[in-house]
């Protein structure tokens, strides 16, 4: 169990370094609050199902009972700003630095020292505040969140509380094909800004934990969502949704593997037609998608069973934990009540006030969105597979941008990317801005097969070189001599001289062994290094064939 | 413990020739507005700072002879005061006053603080001498920085010669709530100098160093200052950076001056101010040069104060307020008016919530900057 856990936290690997000891008592570090960090001790309070069926019939009651039943989904996002230095200090973070490198008095809360506002995360709020198409609170300000817990230096953590930067908007995405597809559009409550706390590194043994104060400072963007999701899937995607928009914006990388970005998950559920919610309950440790996706799922199906079988005083509001190696859920602790974190304006920092002339300039240069790119390549033709693709990746998509801007044909163009140049990214572990093949020669590459220039199979051999090694493509035609061979002459006399080096099989074609035109086709295309226009020469080749007989 | 020394006779043991302090009945000075013409008057016997400054300029002293002088007097009074937590070594100080010398004797510019040996509140960090807060929480803390106001001095020339006694974190008005230590008041060393600042109240008043630093939140600089007989000064919040205070209430503290005179304490003010980067509270209203625009007494007529109009809030002499600090500020305004002032009443009905709330915020941002004294770090 606790190795399990072990491998789910974000374990620095230099994980004993000699920093600052806390020291925990009873073997379990107690925390009333929420926290990022996840160890305490696990115990399964929960009783099993008293309901013993085989395994098969038990998934097809449990579909059953879950169709009796409706999730109500919400999720909190906390987003890590790719701001070059910390929220209140001028502190660079990277992650996976050595423990305590960078580190300063004001993000260590030492006494005496003072938080300043990085400007850049204020700048960064309102992008995503914008892009979720939330209303701006023009004056809003700072409030002290105050618990203790030893990754939080000052004992408080500096959020905001009742005037958060963004509130009432929503994000439009469209369900992956695999799962039935479909367009979404949830709500969004709030967007606010707060500084992050540092970590907890536990030693093997369980006897101390050590403090690193590297991300303590570190500008954060919670957003939390209306609980507007219905299912394990809507969930998934609204946070993979999140995360293109904010590598759309480039205010955050969004790598949930890293930590910047974490999702919390609240699910209750409710007899299909019951107007009041039921009882929530809190998911944590969730480090992929599809993590969010099954431990939903299994959420759903774990609620749903214990209402069905009367014991839904069982399900109680508390923080669960998603066990990725056992894929079930096991509770973490109960939540004693609402926590009291003693909230007021943090007296340090004065109002953020913006102006409508900033916000607009804002609004101004915000990039084309996710939703905005799909539409318009939808409107454009592209298949709703391709437009999924095309749309994820923000690169993908300036480099679709690119190539098309330039008058390459859409589809053709949404094919090599999709296909060959999407396998040559994955084997070589890629991304699209690091191959060597520009837009430009793509435009080039699609140009010269469509008008006849080179055949396609000449077109996806020096694609290879192109994206390896870049160069042009007029450049490659010329230098490897690829020019199509379309003259019917010229692939007349290359078929009359396979057919006379080939009698026997030309015999036994003409015997009725007609599947022998392909190995002459291949002889035609071996002479003629490859450059023979393959229409034309399975005409004149055919001819040639059914002539003499 | 402390033994009962007739103030007369302490004083009396002290060469440096004084300026009255604390009586300021006939000796004071007036700040005047920019718009009259300005004749910059010989101040330096009314301020210690501008007299040594002086006395090195011309070589009639040395910044050693000078430091000499008051670290003979800090050996001579602090057993019997305990102004300080910790002391410079007096090398160290006497290293840094020949550095001046030097710098003088090389006719380079040396900054307008040369050679002042200045106190420091302990809550005020500095960082090559312990910060305690008065506390044992933070028993032989040493802070990674320097606070803006202790940095500014230094690099005007100034010399810090320690760090003053406090109550513990500033909460307190006699030092008695120190962890270490009870500071006497110079003139009756059976009586507290008060607090927050007693430390630095009663060095100034010892003479044991020429200005000092202390911090106000409700009185911690001004009450001291009566008690020790000294000009103590609380600028307005946002004047000068927090930043290196240990912060007790964010919203009401800040750093003030003590001096033996007003125009000790107001050139150790101009020092200070400023906006500052590292803190976010600091103002950014240009801090003007009123230490030129000082006038010594002497040259001023009979009603100096003709044409200023002073307001007394009525609610601060209403029934509630004890008889005897109603005869005080009553008297403090006859003698405004005797000046040349015209006193006015005013009324701030709000006045009474001023106390209440001033508790509350006190009290819920002093729990919560102190969250951070966990154990941890």
């Not at chain 2, 008043?205 to 600089?221: E, F, K, N, P, Y």
């Not at chain 2, 709000?350 to 106390?355: E, P, Q, R, T, Y």
Request: with cysteine; glycine share 8%.
């Amino acid at each position: 169990m606790a190795s399990t856990l072990f491998r789910t936290i974000q374990i620095h690997p230099f994980s004993l370094y000699p920093t600052a000891i806390c020291r925990r008592r009873n073997g379990v570090l107690y925390c009333t609050m929420k926290s990022t960090q996840t160890q305490t001790a696990t115990q399964e309070k929960q009783q099993p199902p008293k309901v013993k069926v085989s395994q098969h019939t038990q998934s097809k009651t449990l579909d059953k009972i879950t169709r009796d039943y409706e999730a109500i989904i919400g999720i909190e996002t906390h987003v890590q700003l790719s701001t070059l230095t910390k929220a209140f200090c001028s502190c660079p973070y990277n992650y996976g630095s050595q423990p305590n490198t960078s580190i300063c008095p004001i993000c260590m809360g030492l006494p005496g020292a003072l938080p300043v506002l990085n400007s850049k995360v204020i700048e960064f709020a309102v992008k995503l505040g914008l892009a979720l198409n939330c209303k701006l609170s023009l004056n809003s300000k700072f409030d002290r969140k105050q618990y203790f817990y030893p990754d939080l230096p000052k004992g408080y953590q500096i959020s905001q509380f009742d005037i958060p930067i963004a509130t009432g908007g929503y994000i439009d995405l469209d369900l992956p094909l695999e799962f039935g597809g479909g367009h979404r559009k949830f709500g969004i409550t709030r967007v606010h800004m707060e500084e992050d706390a540092g970590k907890l590194l536990h030693s093997g043994n369980g006897d101390y934990s050590q403090v690193d104060l590297n991300r303590a400072g570190v500008p954060l963007l919670e957003i939390v969502s209306e609980p507007d999701m219905r299912t394990g899937i809507e969930a998934a995607e609204y946070a993979a949704e999140l995360q293109r928009v904010v590598r759309y914006l480039g205010v955050s990388n969004g790598n949930m593997q890293e930590g910047s970005l974490r999702c919390d998950v609240n699910v209750s559920i409710r007899p299909v037609g019951q107007s009041e919610f039921g009882t929530k309950v809190e998911i944590k440790n969730l480090n992929s998608f599809s993590s969010i996706n099954r431990a939903i799922d299994f959420e759903i199906s774990r609620q749903a069973l214990l209402h069905t079988q009367g014991h839904d005083d069982q399900i109680v509001q508390e923080t669960r934990l998603w066990e990725e190696g056992a894929q079930k859920t096991v509770t973490m602790r109960k939540k004693e009540g609402l926590a009291d974190y003693r909230y007021f304006p943090e007296p340090d920092l004065p109002e953020v006030i913006l102006t409508q002339e900033y916000v607009d300039g804002i609004r101004n240069s915000l990039p084309e969105l996710p939703e905005m790119k799909r539409r318009r390549y939808e409107k454009m033709g592209l298949s709703m597979q391709d437009v999924l693709f095309l749309a994820n990746d923000v690169n993908v998509a300036e480099y679709f941008d690119a190539t098309i801007s330039r008058g390459a044909d859409i589809k053709l163009a949404a094919n090599w990317i999709m296909g060959d140049i999407a396998a040559y990214m994955k084997n070589e572990k890629l991304s699209i801005n690091e191959i060597k093949l520009m837009p430009e020669e793509l435009v080039e590459l699609i140009a010269s097969i469509k008008g006849g220039t080179i055949s396609g199979k000449i077109g996806k051999e020096i694609l290879f070189e192109l994206l390896a090694k870049g160069g042009t493509v007029k450049g490659l035609i010329e230098e490897k001599d690829l020019v199509q061979i379309v003259d019917p002459v010229e692939i007349g006399k290359m078929v009359d001289k396979v057919l006379s080096e080939n009698p026997k099989q030309l015999e036994q074609y003409r015997g009725g062994k007609t599947k022998l035109q392909g190995f002459f086709a291949g002889q035609v295309m071996k002479i003629s290094k490859g450059k023979a226009n393959p229409v034309l020469l399975n005409k004149i080749l055919l001819e040639k064939l059914n002539a003499k007989s | 413990m402390l033994s009962t020394i007739q103030p007369s006779r302490c004083l009396s043991r002290f060469p440096v020739h004084l300026p009255t302090c604390g009586r300021t009945k006939s000796r004071f000075l007036r700040v005047v507005s920019s718009a009259q013409p300005v004749t910059t008057a010989p101040l330096a016997d009314q301020s210690q700072i501008l007299s040594i400054r002086d006395s090195l300029l011309s070589r009639h002293l040395s910044a050693v002879q000078v430091a000499d002088s008051y670290l003979g007097r800090l050996k001579q009074t602090e057993p019997q005061i305990g102004s300080f937590l910790h002391l410079s070594e007096p090398d160290k100080v006497l290293k840094q006053a020949q550095e001046i010398d030097d710098k003088i004797k090389r006719n380079e510019e040396v900054g307008p603080l040369a050679g002042v040996l200045v106190a420091v509140k302990d809550n005020i960090c500095t960082a090559d001498m312990p910060s305690t807060g008065g506390s044992h929480i933070l028993d032989g803390y040493r802070p990674p920085f320097d606070a803006t106001a202790v940095k500014r001095l230094k690099d005007l020339g100034a010399i810090v010669v320690g760090k003053t006694n406090l109550d513990e974190f500033g909460m307190g008005s006699s030092t008695e709530a120190s962890a270490f230590k009870v500071t006497a008041n110079p003139w009756d060393l059976s009586r507290v100098p008060g607090g927050s600042s007693g430390g630095s109240a009663a060095a100034v008043s010892a003479r044991q160093c020429v200005v000092s630093l202390g911090s106000d939140t409700g009185g911690s600089v001004r009450q001291p200052a009566s008690f020790c007989g000294v000009a103590g000064l609380k600028p307005t919040y946002g004047r000068v950076s927090r930043f290196g205070l240990m912060a007790y209430a964010s919203s009401l503290d800040v750093i003030g001056c003590f001096g033996s005179s007003v125009a000790d304490t107001g050139i150790l003010l101009h020092a200070i101010s400023g906006h500052d980067a590292l803190d976010a509270t600091s103002s950014k209203r240009e801090v003007p040069d009123f230490t030129s625009q000082f006038l010594s007494a002497s040259s001023l007529k009979s009603r100096p104060l003709e044409g200023l109009r002073v307001g007394l809030i009525r609610e601060t002499v209403d029934g509630g307020v004890d008889s005897g600090v109603k005869s005080a500020i009553q008297g403090a305004a006859a003698h405004l008016e005797q000046l040349g002032s015209i006193v006015t009443e005013v009324s701030l009905p709000s006045f009474s919530l001023g106390l209440p709330a001033y508790y509350i915020l006190a009290s819920s941002e002093s729990s919560s900057n102190l969250s951070r004294y966990d154990g941890v770090r």
